[in-house]
């Protein structure tokens, strides 16, 4: 039976027997469209779009039957043009909910005898198919071929099992990955996260920031994927280096939920407990008595109040730099810039009310 997808919130003559999931399917088309052809002028404009409609379509089509629904209801599209770095990118999005049936037989638009699929569908759903297993096989190498059709037939589905080896090429020096697909990730994964719908994308990144979390952080950065709603779901304070590492990274759009949940992680920033703590003494032979800071290595630095320890690293030489709070100068400044940008923003949704 051939799924059905309306705008409508029921199905005549059927019943909703389960809501599934809500689904959404996204197409970005990106540096190929010129911006004479969005303004005019290309007749070939209303094709494309018709293209991607079809695509952002398939997809929604193929999430619903690998969901196991029978139809999905309440669908919405949006057409939305996104301006950057020099280029535009156009992203078609639809969302609906994915629904069980219980239909009478002459409700279903199609017999199962005239059931069809598009090649391109038939194709496409192959290819997850046999990506998967190919993911789940820690052997197996991810070739050039791979991720032409990762990137071709948006295979966002695989995101997850992508990311997952991504970390491993990250932290792993030494690993079973040879060089040729460390490169392959290395070139192809970024584009593949910024071609995702921003909250797919999200919750693949978020998923796992412990594994590697500078390059969570770079991938965070580089993709735009600033999520203040994930990072108050994980404010404490063992998890504030990454939580600081993110407060340089940016989101496409801000909105007032979004500046509520700035603003909590500013609380939170504001809150962090003492690591470590101060105690009168000398420094060192020569210096004067005065205030010590006792950072959590339990190194003794004579410090100004908020100052950063100044001990060496045993191996590393670098110098300690963490603060009664356990934090460095870097991060110290990261923070007071967050908290600025957090300003700029109220300023403006406030003036906006
Ligand atoms: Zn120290």
New binding site residues.
């Given amino acids: 039976m051939r799924l059905i997808v309306t705008t409508t919130d029921s199905i005549e003559g059927c019943r909703i027997v389960e809501y599934i999931d809500v689904l959404r399917s996204s197409v970005v088309v990106g540096n190929d469209i010129a911006l004479g052809d969005l303004f005019g002028g290309n007749r070939n404009y209303n094709n494309r779009l018709n293209d991607i409609y079809e695509k952002a379509m398939q997809g929604l089509r193929l999430k619903a039957s690998i969901a196991g629904a029978d139809a999905v209801v309440g669908l919405h599209t949006d057409f939305e043009e996104i301006f950057g770095k020099g280029k535009t990118r156009m992203v078609v999005s639809m969302v609906g909910t994915a629904v069980k049936l219980d239909c009478q037989p002459k409700c279903l638009p199609e017999d199962k005898k005239n059931a069809s699929v598009s090649m391109d569908t038939l194709h496409r759903q192959y290819l997850l198919v046999s990506m998967r297993k190919k993911l789940d096989n820690s052997d197996y190498s991810l070739n050039e071929d791979d991720w032409g059709n990762i990137l071709k037939y948006s295979l966002t589905d695989l995101a997850p099992l992508l990311y997952n080896r991504y970390l491993v090429v990250s932290t792993q020096t030494i690993s079973n990955i040879p060089l040729s697909e460390r490169k392959l990730l290395q070139d192809n994964f970024i584009p593949f996260i910024q071609s995702m719908d921003f909250d797919e994308a999200v919750d693949v990144v978020y998923s796992d920031l412990e594994t590697a979390p500078e390059c969570s952080s770079v991938i965070i950065r580089d993709c735009n994927l600033f999520a203040p709603s994930k990072i108050v779901g994980m404010l404490e304070a063992e998890h504030k280096h990454i939580i600081i590492s993110l407060l340089k990274s940016d989101k496409p759009i801000y909105t007032a939920e979004d500046l509520a949940g700035m603003e909590r992680i500013v609380e939170f920033l504001d809150n962090l407990p003492d690591t470590g703590y101060y105690i009168e003494g000398r420094g060192g032979v020569f210096s004067k008595t005065g205030t010590l800071l006792v950072?959590e290595?339990g190194?003794k630095?004579a410090v100004e109040l908020g100052g950063h320890?100044t001990?060496l690293l045993e191996g590393s030489g670098a110098v300690?730099n963490?603060n009664v709070k356990g934090i460095t100068e870097a991060e110290v400044a990261a923070i007071a810039s967050f908290k600025e940008k957090v300003e700029v923003l109220r300023a403006i949704l406030n003036r906006g009310l």
């Fill in positions: 950072c290595r190194h630095s320890c001990e300690c963490l």
